[in-house]
Nanobody
Framework: QLQVAESGGGQVQTGGSLTLSCAAS????????IHWFRQAPGKQRELVAS???????IIAAFVKGRFTVSRDNAKNTVYLQMNNLKPEDTAVYYC????????????WGQGTQVTVSS
C-alpha cells in the first residue's frame, strides 16, 4: 500500500532540469509537512526543501534560486522542480512526510537517484 513514494529521478547533464514527485497516501498527505532530503555517497543526509500544509516553503541555501517545491493537494503529491543542475546535486533524493499533529508519525520514501554528469 502506498504511503510515501518518490519518482522522477534519472540522469541529466549539467544545466539540465528534473522534476521529482512525492506521492503520499491521502490520510498522510493532508496532515503532513513534506520534506525533500538528499544523500550523496559518503555524505550525511541533508534537507533540501520543505512545504507545509498551507504552502509555506523552505529552500536550502545551497539550492536556492535553482530548486522550487510545490504541492498538489488534489493529487496528494509534492513536487521538487530542479533547474540548472550541477554535478554536486548528484544524490539519492528522499521524500519525508511528518504529520503535524501528535504523535507526529513520519514516513520515508525509498529514494530516487539523481545523477548529474558534467
Amino acid at each position: 500500500q502506498l504511503q510515501v513514494a518518490e519518482s522522477g529521478g534519472g540522469q541529466v547533464q549539467t544545466g539540465g532540469s528534473l522534476t521529482l514527485s512525492c506521492a503520499a497516501s491521502r490520510s498522510i498527505f493532508i496532515i503532513s509537512t513534506i520534506h525533500w532530503f538528499r544523500q550523496a555517497p559518503g555524505k550525511q543526509r541533508e534537507l533540501v526543501a520543505s512545504i507545509s500544509r498551507n504552502d509555506t516553503t523552505i529552500i536550502a541555501a545551497f539550492v536556492k534560486g535553482r530548486f522550487t517545491v510545490s504541492r498538489d493537494n488534489a493529487k496528494n503529491t509534492v513536487y521538487l522542480q530542479m533547474n540548472n543542475l550541477k554535478p554536486e546535486d548528484t544524490a539519492v533524493y528522499y521524500c519525508y512526510a511528518r504529520q503535524d499533529l501528535l504523535p507526529h508519525v513520519d514516513f520515508w520514501g525509498q529514494g530516487t537517484q539523481v545523477t548529474v554528469s558534467s
